[in-house]
């Protein structure tokens, strides 16, 4: 009696091993209007705010809210930029029509994009002061700790993990060598990442952030057809002549520069 059904749980197994993870429909996630916009759009979403900011752009995603709540309770920012945009995958009509959402396998490789934070190295941003393209980081690695800080290979996972921290040294050309901690949580429909500032982040001589000051809160939820993509940069900065205008212009450049990243990774998994 206990062989007839084996037979039928290893179909079963098979049917959820196949089977794309659960995803909420873009509708569903941030109203009619904005899915109409985002599905022609050809550029993010933006929204920049410096006084008694609240998210706009943030889909009605509860774990993420709840993050981006706590994360704005903590830091009370007087700097906050928002990002929203849609990632079509390039796939095959018939592979979407039958399976749509991202397959076990693909999220496990979107993940291990994610967490490859040593390909952040040499990202461009387009600088409004200059005109022209400029390079984001000059390098960025994995590290074992922010004590030590001694670099690793970017990891690899055969599985998302439910929860994980990352260390990075990183250096950009504003605000210099810093060391920043990277918390990833993943879901059934989304993988969230929140990065936070260890050390203090100067513009030149000019203290410009303070240590913990920082968060980049970023979200890849699957919409069934496409890839949501939500970032926030949010921070404490200096009350100094100037300053604030300068780190939201710096921020902004930030958060369109990573999304640029995001969708080279994701074309390599999709293309």
């Known amino acids: 009696m206990e062989n007839r059904f084996v037979p039928i749980l290893a179909a079963l197994l098979a049917a959820i091993v196949v089977q794309p993870m659960f995803c909420a429909p ?25 006084r008694n900011p609240s998210p706009r752009l943030i889909p009605a995603h509860v774990e993420l809210r709840r993050l981006v709540s706590e994360t704005q309770r903590s830091l009370d920012p007087n700097q906050f930029v928002e ?11 018939s592979a979407q029509a039958s399976a749509p959402g991202l397959t076990s396998d693909e999220r496990t490789s979107l993940f291990n994009q994610l967490v490859a934070l040593g390909t952040l190295s040499g990202i461009q ?31 690899v996972f055969t599985a998302p993990p439910a929860t994980l921290t990352l260390y990075a040294r990183q250096k ?14 993943t879901s059934a429909d989304a993988i969230i990442f929140v990065q936070e500032n260890l050390t203090s982040m100067n513009a030149g001589i000019i203290p410009a ?49 990573v999304l640029g990243w ?6 390599s998994i999709f293309q």
């Open 26 to 50: 873009l509708e569903e996630l941030v109203g009619a209007d904005r899915a109409a916009t985002l599905r022609t759009a050809s550029s993010p979403i933006t929204e920049v705010q410096q």
């Open 83 to 93: 990002t929203l945009s849609l990632y079509r995958p390039n796939r095959p009509p």
């Open 125 to 155: 941003y387009y600088s409004e002061s200059r005109r022209a393209m400029r390079t984001f980081y000059e390098f960025s690695r994995v590290i074992d700790n922010p004590t030590a800080k001694t670099p690793l290979p970017d990891p």
């Open 172 to 185: 950009d050309l504003t605000f210099g060598d810093n060391t920043y901690s990277f918390n990833y949580r």
């Open 209 to 257: 952030v303070g240590k913990n000051k920082f968060r980049t809160v970023m979200a890849v939820i699957d919409t069934g057809d496409g890839l949501l993509v939500y970032a926030a940069a949010m921070a404490k900065t200096a009350s100094l002549p100037g300053m604030a205008d300068r780190i939201g212009a710096s921020f902004t450049n930030r958060v369109q520069a």
């Open 262 to 267: 995001f969708e080279g990774r994701a074309d």
